[in-house]
């Protein structure tokens, strides 16, 4: 397959870490960052300047979440990503399970809410249209695990293992909308898992950790698949430019052991996000249940005292 098509110098010097780095951005993802930090700074500024919070934490979470993104697409990972596989492999473990993490920890959509103001009597104004999509069936639908984990899996097999992968990466439009699909698949996947933000489908704690468990084993099988195959897989990559020095096989090992290893980063990360939810929600149960017995003098407490005091009378 001819690899020039994105208008980039093919004769990239052997891969290092350093050359990776280096600054190389893709025009319609810089622009993106620089636009969602921007976004998300001015509505912090704008609860700030009527005296409200905003926690500090989910700040610097969705600051990360952003600069992931921009880690692997505007440097010249990117560049080495469309002509070895190992490169292409550590952008999609990125952008589709590290970055949408940060991202959701961020709370971008609470922090709309509350940014925005609400429209007058029978007006219908930003606040209200989002309020009806976050609760509009389609949102339900694509945030129901029967919808999320296959479309999770499909992003691997689906597209890996089949011509499709070959067509994307034939053309900049092509390559720029899988990167996209695997960011917007990540976040459709945790939303409803880990996330702060509300959303139509939020199931129970346990509920949430064996969607999680439910999806992550797929990422594992798929990257054993990699490294235990006997020849190159995928077409784009069977072919490397010689001044790289890699061999397409070796390099496919490679990204196999990336994928088998991200598989476990993103479930220890959502688990201790969890963990951590789950804990700060029987924290609040917890206190309301006593700001509502400190207001009614604990009536059930002394509803089931008296229940025993019934008990022991009719005993005797």
């Excluded at 990360?269 to 309301?288: H, P």
Aim: glycine fraction near 8%.
């Amino acid at each position: 397959m001819d690899h020039s098509g994105h208008g980039m110098n093919m004769d990239l010097p052997p891969f290092t870490l350093g050359r990776g780095l280096e600054f190389s951005a893709d025009p319609f993802f810089l622009v993106g960052c620089i636009l969602a930090l921007a976004l998300y700074g001015y509505a912090v500024l704008r609860l700030r300047r009527r005296g409200d919070g905003w926690p500090v934490n989910r700040i610097v979470f969705f600051v990360f979440g952003v600069l992931s993104i921009a880690l692997v697409m505007c440097t010249k990972l990117n560049d080495y990503g469309m002509v070895m596989f190992s490169v292409h492999m550590v952008q999609h473990m990125v952008i589709s399970m590290l970055s949408p993490i940060l991202l959701l920890l961020g709370a971008p959509v609470t922090l709309t809410l509350r940014a925005l103001p609400v429209a007058g009597r029978d007006r219908t104004g930003p606040r209200e249209v989002l309020l009806m999509l976050l609760h509009s069936r389609y949102m339900k639908i694509i945030t129901h695990p029967v919808f999320t984990i296959p479309l999770f899996i499909a992003s691997l097999y689906a597209l890996y293992f089949t011509p499709l992968f070959d067509f994307l990466m034939g053309s900049k439009p092509g390559h720029l909308a899988m990167m996209l699909h695997f960011l917007a698949v990540g976040l459709v996947f945790f939303w409803p898992i880990m996330g702060i933000d509300p959303g139509p489908h939020r199931p129970g704690y346990v509920m949430r950790m064996l969607e999680l468990f439910a999806g992550m084993p797929f990422h594992a099988f798929f990257g054993i698949a990699l490294m235990m195959a006997s020849q190159p897989m995928v077409e784009t990559y069977k072919n490397p430019p010689a001044s790289l020095g890699v061999d397409a096989l070796s390099d496919q090992n490679w990204a196999g052991g990336i994928a088998w290893a991200f598989s476990e980063i993103p479930s220890v990360l959502v688990l201790i996000a969890l963990v951590f939810q789950w804990y700060r929600s029987e924290q609040r149960t917890a206190k309301r249940s006593d700001r509502a017995a400190d207001r009614d003098g604990d009536k059930e407490l002394a509803a089931y005292n008296a229940y025993l005091a019934s008990l022991q009378a009719r005993g005797q």
